[in-house]
């Protein structure tokens, strides 16, 4: 099974990489479909441990002092154990991440995001969540016991907070609000006139997804 990003949207998961040497601009995913397809390609290479670790060559580095032009934009969190360039297998100047605590937006965020999109033209946008996020746990705690959390650590419970799932309760609330919390920041995204407007016209996909700690994989959170 390899649903991946490409779960429900039509494509072919069956795909094969670009080269480990391709220049800083060669080859580069110029569409949200063509974008998907290459994380998708990816993140099948690390969950099958047949990783290419591509784009780190001298050849690359040298390229990409002139500039870059990354194929998408990954939202997500902080955890050490989600670094987007290994989950997708991509190399230097592939992808532009942005991460915090459980992709909680700010307007620093929402900033970098846009520079991403509206001035390196990134076609893809993946809001990224994953199993087991202790931000997500530490917001449903928070609500739960009705404990203040310490420093800057309640802001972001706040902002979770809408995501929770009042339905379940213990280990499948987490879950659940993991998964809501990526629908809520991809809606949040998508109503930005910005983004909208390149949406739009057909030049930006913006996707939900999570990553199974115990698997690997990448899917689609609709």
């Known amino acids: 099974m390899y649903a991946l990003l490409l779960e429900n949207a039509g494509y072919s998961a ?11 601009s060669a080859a580069r995913p110029a569409t949200p479909a063509a974008a998907l ?4 390609a990816g ?3 690390w969950r099958t441990l047949h990783q290419r670790h591509p784009h780190e060559a001298a050849g690359v580095r040298t390229a990409l002092v002139s500039g870059q032009s990354p194929f998408a934009l990954i939202l997500g969190c902080i955890d050490s154990r989600v670094p987007p360039e290994l989950v ?10 942005v991460r915090s605590a459980g992709e909680v937006l700010d307007e620093a965020v929402l900033g970098s995001i846009a520079y991403g999109v509206l001035e390196l033209g990134i ?33 972001v419970a706040d902002q979770i907070r809408p995501a929770i799932v ?6 499948a609330r987490v879950d659940a609000t993991v998964s809501a919390q990526v629908r809520l920041v991809r809606s949040r995204l998508a109503r930005e006139a910005d983004l909208a407007a390149k949406v739009a016209a057909g030049e930006l996909a913006i996707v939900g997804a999570r990553y199974e700690l115990s698997t690997q994989l990448v899917h689609r959170v609709g």
């Not at 202790?134 to 959390?149: F, Q, R, S």
């Not at 009042?166 to 280990?171: R, W």
């Open 14 to 24: 069956d795909i094969i990489a670009a080269p480990r040497t391709r220049s800083a």
């Open 37 to 40: 397809k290459a994380l998708a």
């Open 43 to 45: 993140n099948r290479r």
């Open 88 to 97: 997708f297998d991509q190399g230097l100047g592939d992808l532009m991440t």
């Open 123 to 155: 076609p893809l946008v993946v809001v990224l969540g994953h199993q087991s996020c202790g931000a997500v746990a530490a917001a449903v705690h928070a609500e739960e016991t009705g404990e203040h959390l310490p420093a800057h650590i309640q802001y």
């Open 166 to 171: 009042h339905g379940q309760h213990g280990d």
